[in-house]
C-alpha cells in the first residue's frame, strides 16, 4: 500500500487506483481504469462461500444452466458435473476459455440480452434449463422486459436471482413473478458488514408451462 501511495503522489492529475488482495496473499493493482477491470469478485470471501453453497444447495441438475452476469463463473463452474452444458455470459467474462475448465463449461464475453437474442434459438428445443440471474448492482435496467420474454420463451424450470441492491432485486423478482414464476424461497446474505447493504437471494419456481 506504500507503494501504491508513493507512486499516487508523483502524478500529477487525478488518479484511481484499484488493488485487491487475493486469499493466497497475491495482489494485483490496477491503475485509472473501470470498475473490476480485471474481472468482477465478491469482496467477502467467507459469504461468497456461503453464496456459492446456497446455489448449489438450490440449483438441481438438467441440460443447461444459463449463469447470466455470471463473471467468470464464480457461482457457476462448481456446478459443472450436474449439468450437460453450463454457458456463462458476462460483459467481462474472461476473453479465452483458459485452461483446465470442464469441457462443457462455456464463456461467453458479451452483454447478456444480444447473446440471448442470438441464442436463443438453439436453446428453446432443450428439455430443461435452470437459471442464476446475478446482475450489476443497478439490476436489469431497461433490459429487465426483454430478458423476462426470452427467458420466458425457453423450458427455464427456475431461476436463481441474486442481487446487491434490495429495489432493484425486487423489480426483477416482480417481473419474473408476472411472467410465470413463483416465489419459492427468499433469503440474504450480509456481504457488506456495517453498513445496511444485503445480498439478497431469490428461488423461482415456473409455475405452468408458457412455451407455447
Do not use: M
Not at 459469504?47 to 438441481?60: A, F, I, P, S, Y
Not at 463449461?105 to 434449463?129: C, D, E, M, T, Y
Not at 437471494?201 to 405452468?208: E, Y
Amino acid at each position: 500500500i506504500d507503494n501504491v501511495r508513493e507512486d499516487g503522489c508523483t502524478r500529477t492529475r487525478e488518479y484511481k487506483a484499484e488493488l485487491e488482495v487475493f486469499p493466497s496473499g497475491v495482489t494485483t493493482l490496477t491503475w485509472n481504469a473501470s470498475h473490476s477491470a480485471q474481472g468482477f469478485r465478491q469482496v467477502h470471501d467467507g459469504q461468497n462461500e456461503k453464496l456459492q453453497g446456497w446455489v448449489e444447495r438450490h440449483c438441481g441438475s438438467a441440460p443447461v444452466l444459463l449463469d447470466l452476469y455470471g463473471g467468470s463463473g464464480n457461482l457457476s463452474l462448481g456446478l459443472a458435473e450436474r449439468y450437460g452444458e453450463i454457458h456463462c455470459v458476462d460483459v467481462g467474462a474472461p476473453s479465452s476459455k483458459g485452461e483446465g475448465l470442464p469441457a462443457n463449461f462455456h464463456l461467453h464475453r458479451s452483454p447478456v440480452l444480444p447473446w440471448l437474442q442470438k441464442a436463443r434459438s438453439n436453446l428453446v428445443g432443450a428439455q430443461k434449463i435452470e437459471a442464476i440471474l446475478d446482475p450489476p448492482r443497478e439490476g436489469l435496467g431497461p433490459e429487465l422486459a426483454p430478458i423476462a420474454e426470452i427467458l420466458k420463451s425457453l423450458p427455464v424450470g427456475r431461476i436463481l436471482l441474486v442481487g446487491c441492491d434490495a429495489d432493484s432485486w425486487a423489480r426483477t423478482a416482480s417481473r419474473l413473478v408476472r411472467y410465470g414464476w413463483e416465489l419459492s424461497s427468499v433469503g440474504a446474505l450480509d456481504f457488506f458488514p456495517q453498513t445496511h447493504h444485503v445480498e439478497a437471494l431469490a428461488v423461482l419456481d415456473r409455475r405452468i408451462d408458457l412455451t407455447h
